[in-house]
C-alpha cells in the first residue's frame, strides 16, 4: 500500500471499518497496541522499564492496553496519565479498565518526574489535534524529549500535524512512529521526518473493502516499481534515440551549476549533451568534461539558432537573473520541445517581466521553498507549513508539472495526485544538488518519459544516489557531484533500495 491519507480521511477509514464492516472499535485498538509494542520490542527486546504517556482520545486508549500487555509479559511499566481517568469515553474507557484490571501502575502528569531509563511510549494526542499543543500535553512533550530516552509514538508524534508536517507548537520527537489503518502523509514531507523518526505501518488486519471508497489524495513512491519502467535502449540504439538535452545557464561565475546539470544529464542517459552558457566558461567545461558540447553565447540572438537541435531544455542552473538570463529565458520559454526550469529561470518568471502566458504544459519546475514562495508571492514560512497545499497552488496556478524540494520532496501536475519522494537524506543539503536533479530529470524527459512520470523517477533516482553516496563515505562532506557515479549505477540497476 503506497496511498497517503489526511487525518479526516483515517477517521473515515475507521468508521467503515467498525460500523460497517463490524470491526468492534476495541478489537482495533488492540491490535494497534499489540503491533507497537512488537515493534517496540524488535528494536528494544530487554526494555528495563517502559513509560507511557496516555491522553483521553483514543491514541491514550491505544496506550493503556499496551501498558497491560507489556505488563502481562512482565517489563516494568508506568503510565502517566495527561488526562484524567473521568475524561475517558467509549473504547478508551474500556482499555483504561483493562490496564487497571491487569495492575498497571499509574500516576497523573502533576505526580510524575522523569523518566531516567528504558524507553517511552507516546500515546498523548495522536491524529486529533486542531491547534496548537497546550498543557498539560506541551509539559508531557517537554518531558518526553528533555528525557534523552528512545520515543516510540503511537501513530502520529503527538504535535505533529498528520496532514502537513507541521510542528503544532511543539512535539514529540519519535525514533519510531507506528501508524495504522492508512499511512498519514504529514509523516513523509515538512518535518515528518524530523519528529517521526524510522515510520513503521500496520493496517491492523482490516478489509481491502474498508478503503474502496476513499481516494488517497497522496502516494508514497517506490523506486523498484519506478525502475522497472525506466526506458531499455534497444540493440540497434544510436545517441539520437536518447534524446538531446540543452542546458542553459552559467551566467558569470556561475558555470559549475550548468557543469554539473550536464554532467548529470550524460550520467542519467541523455544521448546528446550541449550546454549553451557564457564564453568564459566554455574552456572549463571541455576541460572537466570533453563529451559535453559547450558553446559561448553572450545574447539571445546567439542563441536562437542553436535551439532548433535540442529535444529537451534545462534551463536555469547558474542562470543568474541579469539582462542576459533574461534573454535566455526568454528564448527558450518560445520553443515547443519539453522543459526542466529550475533555479533563477523560476526567480524570474516570479518577478513577472517574463514568461507571462507562456505554455508550461510540457514543463517540469522544480523550486525549493524559497522559489517557491516567490512564485506564489508568500513567505518561505507559509510554504512549509503546508507543503501540500503550496504545491497544488503551484500546478493550478502554472498548469504545469511541479516538484517541491525538500524533506519529503513532492511532485504532481494539474491532473492527478500528489507524489511523495521517501529517499534522501541531509547530507544532501549543500548547494549544487538542485543543478544535479535537473539534469537527471532532463535526461529521463529526452529518453521520452511525460513531464510527470520524469520528475517522479528523476526525484528517486537522484535521492538515492546520494543514499548511496551517504553510505559509502558518510553525510558531512558530502557533494553534489558525488552523485555523479551513483547515478549511473542507480539508472542501470533493477531497483534494488539502497542498503
Not at 189 to 204: C, K, W, Y
Not at 287 to 308: D, F, K, N
Not at 363 to 384: F, K, M, N, S
Not at 408 to 417: E, K, N, Q, V, Y
Request: proline share 6%.
Amino acid at each position: 500500500m503506497t496511498s497517503l491519507y489526511t487525518a479526516a480521511q483515517v477517521r473515515e477509514l475507521d468508521r467503515i471499518a467498525i460500523e460497517e464492516k463490524g470491526l468492534p472499535g476495541i478489537l482495533l485498538m488492540k491490535r494497534a497496541a499489540r503491533a507497537t509494542l512488537a515493534a517496540l520490542l524488535e528494536r528494544w527486546p530487554r526494555p528495563t522499564a517502559i513509560t507511557v504517556f496516555c491522553g483521553a482520545g483514543n491514541n491514550g486508549g491505544d496506550g493503556y492496553v499496551l501498558a497491560a500487555l507489556a505488563h502481562a509479559q512482565r517489563i516494568p511499566v508506568r503510565l502517566i496519565q495527561v488526562a484524567p481517568p473521568d475524561k475517558l469515553g467509549g473504547d478508551a474507557r474500556r482499555a483504561y479498565d483493562f490496564a487497571v484490571d491487569e495492575g498497571v501502575i499509574m500516576m497523573p502528569l502533576a505526580e510524575a518526574s522523569m523518566p531516567r531509563e528504558g524507553l517511552i511510549v507516546d500515546a498523548l494526542l495522536g491524529t486529533g489535534l486542531n491547534g496548537d499543543v497546550r498543557p498539560p500535553f506541551a509539559d508531557a512533550i517537554r518531558l518526553i524529549n528533555d528525557s534523552g530516552l528512545p520515543v516510540v509514538a503511537v501513530d502520529v508524534p503527538s504535535g505533529l500535524c498528520a496532514d502537513s508536517g507541521r510542528v503544532l507548537g511543539s512535539a514529540v520527537s519519535a525514533s519510531v512512529t507506528v501508524s495504522f489503518i492508512g499511512r498519514k502523509r504529514g509523516l513523509f514531507t515538512g518535518r515528518g521526518p524530523v519528529f517521526g523518526g524510522e515510520v513503521l505501518f500496520d493496517d491492523l488486519a482490516v478489509d481491502e473493502s474498508v478503503y474502496a471508497g476513499i481516494d488517497a489524495e497522496a502516494r508514497l513512491l517506490d523506486w523498484p516499481a519506478l525502475a522497472a519502467a525506466l526506458p531499455v535502449r534497444p540493440r540497434d540504439a544510436h545517441k539520437g534515440m536518447s534524446g538531446h538535452v540543452m542546458i542553459i545557464g552559467g551566467d558569470l561565475g556561475f558555470g559549475g551549476a550548468a557543469i554539473m546539470a550536464a554532467e548529470a544529464a550524460l550520467r542519467t542517459g541523455a544521448g546528446l549533451v550541449s550546454v549553451a552558457t557564457q564564453p568564459r566558461h566554455v574552456a572549463a567545461l571541455n576541460a572537466r568534461c570533453p563529451e559535453v558540447m559547450a558553446v559561448g553565447v553572450i545574447s539571445g540572438q546567439e542563441l536562437e539558432p542553436l535551439l532548433a537541435r535540442p529535444t529537451v531544455l534545462v534551463v536555469g542552473p547558474g542562470l543568474g537573473t541579469t539582462p542576459w538570463s533574461e534573454q535566455m529565458l526568454q528564448k527558450a520559454l518560445a520553443t515547443d520541445v519539453p522543459k526542466v526550469l529550475d533555479a533563477d529561470a523560476l526567480n524570474l518568471l516570479a518577478q513577472g517581466r517574463i514568461g507571462a502566458g507562456a505554455d508550461l504544459s510540457r514543463t517540469v519546475i522544480t523550486p525549493h521553498p524559497g522559489e517557491a514562495a516567490r512564485l506564489l508571492g508568500c513567505g518561505t514560512a507559509d510554504v512549509q507549513s503546508d507543503r501540500f497545499a503550496a504545491l497544488n497552488a503551484l500546478r493550478a496556478r502554472l498548469s504545469t508539472t511541479v516538484l517541491l524540494k525538500g524533506a519529503g520532496t513532492l511532485i504532481g501536475d494539474p491532473a492527478g495526485d500528489v507524489a511523495v519522494c521517501p529517499y534522501g537524506n541531509p547530507g544532501m543539503a549543500v548547494g549544487g544538488m538542485g543543478d544535479v536533479l535537473s539534469g537527471v530529470i532532463g535526461a529521463l524527459l529526452a529518453q521520452g518519459m511525460e513531464p510527470r512520470r520524469a520528475a517522479e523517477t528523476g526525484a528517486c533516482l537522484h535521492a538515492l544516489a546520494g543514499d548511496d553516496a551517504v553510505a559509502q563515505l558518510g553525510e558531512i562532506g558530502l557533494c553534489a557531484s558525488d552523485l555523479l557515479p551513483m547515478l549511473r549505477h542507480r539508472r542501470n540497476d533493477n531497483g534494488t533500495p539502497a542498503s
